[in-house]
């Protein structure tokens, strides 16, 4: 069981978080920062297993992974 944490005034929106975790942990959100970008949410924090994958492919070193 992992905890994700997204630091939402990094995100850029680009998605990739989303396609790479395998348990659909993360999804788009309606909020946007304070750059105007929709960012990502977590959505389902308890069928996280903390496989950092996300957080290895965000370019913008937006999330962190606690195990
Ligand atoms: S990979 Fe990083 S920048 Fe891209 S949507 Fe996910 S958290 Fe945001
Ligand atoms: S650590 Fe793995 S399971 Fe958890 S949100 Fe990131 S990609 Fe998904």
Redesign the pocket.
Known sequence: M?K?VINSARCKGCGL?IE????N??VPSSKNNHLGIYVVE?KNKE?????????IICPDAA?E?YR
């Open positions: 992992g994700v978080c790479v975790c395998p348990k942990v993360l977590v069928e996280c297993i903390g496989c950092s994958r996300c957080a999330i992974v």
